[in-house]
């Protein structure tokens, strides 16, 4: 199968480490001239230089084709916790507002960045991380499952949005994967994480690497506003 993605401009945000870096390594596989955006970089958090950043690209190679809204970060606390008739913790403003920041404002900027680019060149291709905890919830992840719920929300806004422009629009949710970073966990997590799979084992970055590619490419012509699940059958919580 021709995935027509020969000499495609592709942007990853995040592109440096895991999921992003896998995903970068693909799409190169596949003879496109890719662009990462990584911190200290690009910071996706900031509009100035995300659209300094596409502006740059496009004076260099012409054209957007694809961008994947890869870059995002953690950081886990319960609403509040309680212990002994007390609150013992809860998540503070800061951590709450640095995954909203990154993970929600960040794939917002990148997009309304790339968008007039693609307009202008007859159409693109938007791939937006979102998480099996954007549809299913997690414990101690507030922040970072409401974000992920809000790029399912962005994916099929915009993919209504700018389809007349030929642009298509989808979501990947990755399920348990097992990046370099989640390979540095107790095993006794590692266990657990795959005991909830019903395929018994985690995922590589190169399983979600080969969802975003094939969303990108002709093979995917007529998706549109699709959340792909990658998670090895995963329900979370059983």
């Not at 794939?107 to 693609?118: G, K, Q, T």
């Not at 915009?158 to 990755?174: D, F, K, M, Q």
Request: contains cysteine; hydrophobic residues 50%.
């Amino acid at each position: 199968m021709d995935l027509n993605l020969s000499n495609k401009v592709v942007i990853v945000t995040g592109g440096a480490a895991g999921i992003g870096r896998a995903t970068a390594a693909r799409f190169r596989d596949e003879g496109a001239v890719v662009v990462v955006w990584d911190l200290p970089d690009v910071d996706v958090t900031q509009a100035g230089a995300v659209n300094a950043a596409a502006a740059a690209v496009v004076a260099e190679h012409g054209r957007i084709d694809v961008l994947v809204n890869n870059a995002g970060i953690l950081r886990d606390a319960q609403l509040v916790k309680w212990k002994d008739g007390e609150v013992v913790g809860m998540m503070d403003d800061a951590t709450f507002d640095a995954v909203i920041d990154v993970n929600l404002r960040g794939v917002f900027l990148c997009a309304r960045a790339v968008v007039p680019h693609m307009i202008k060149a007859g159409g693109g291709v938007i791939l937006n991380a979102s998480s099996i905890v954007g549809i299913y919830g997690n414990f101690g992840q507030t922040n970072y499952a409401a974000t992920k719920a809000g790029v399912i929300n962005f994916t099929k806004s915009w993919s209504r949005e700018l389809g007349r422009y030929g642009i298509r629009v989808n979501a990947v949710a990755p399920g348990f994967i097992a990046t370099e970073m989640v390979k540095q966990m107790p095993a006794k997590i590692l266990d657990s994480m795959a005991s909830h799979t019903p395929l018994a084992k985690l995922g590589e970055p190169d399983d979600i690497a080969n969802a975003y590619v094939f969303l990108a490419s002709d093979a995917a012509k007529f998706v549109s506003g699709a959340v792909l699940s990658v998670d090895g059958g995963l329900v979370l919580g059983t």
